[in-house]
């Protein structure tokens, strides 16, 4: 039987983060896989924009062309 099971290791013994239909004493095979620390897994653009807590007008979405490269935006009528 192959599971693939997340635990954390405690410096002694390994701590599954959800319940093993295993019976007590039954012996295992563990393949070890760390995992990246929380500081080194990437941030998605919005996470990072929305940390930098930036100022600016509320149609920056709509007419960002405009602040970004100075284009006049045409109207939708």
Known sequence: MHEKIEATFDGKVFRPQQPIKLQPNTRVQITI???PAARD???SFLQTARALKLDGPVDWSENIDQYLYGKEMKKDE
């Open 41 to 43: 897994k990437k941030e």
């Open 33 to 35: 896989e760390t995992e």
